[in-house]
């Protein structure tokens, strides 16, 4: 008996979800930069940021901790993307919340949003 092969759109959609639950565990990982935005807690990204963390490091969905701090739109989020945009400026704002590694990629969940 032959076994179906998953299609590729299936795959896809399989790696998605898959990345979506580590992105959700990260944000709940304590001490972590994604954490302290997802909390909003700025006093905590004023010691990690800029000597601790990389700012340009992505999330498992192409996502960068300024992403996620614009992304909840809280006034404590948006303190944080404020701070982060005082210490990184126009290069930080400028980075694409998701990127494909080859041109033939297909296009992430949320490219070009």
Not at 76 to 86: D, G, M, N, P
Request: glycine share 8%; net charge positive.
């Amino acid at each position: 008996a032959k076994v179906p092969v998953k299609s590729s759109s299936w795959a896809g959609m399989q790696e998605s979800q898959h990345n979506v639950a580590q992105q959700a565990k990260l944000l709940d990982s304590a001490g972590t930069a994604w954490h302290a935005v997802k909390w909003g807690r700025l006093e905590q990204i004023t010691r990690l940021f800029p000597s601790q963390c990389n700012v340009y490091a992505l999330g498992p969905v192409g996502e960068n901790v300024f992403h996620i701090a614009l992304l909840l739109n809280t006034p404590s989020t948006l303190a944080i993307a404020k701070y982060l945009v005082k210490l990184y400026g126009k290069t930080l704002v400028n980075t694409p919340y998701q990127e494909r590694r080859h041109e033939l990629d297909p296009p992430g969940l949320y490219e070009g949003e």
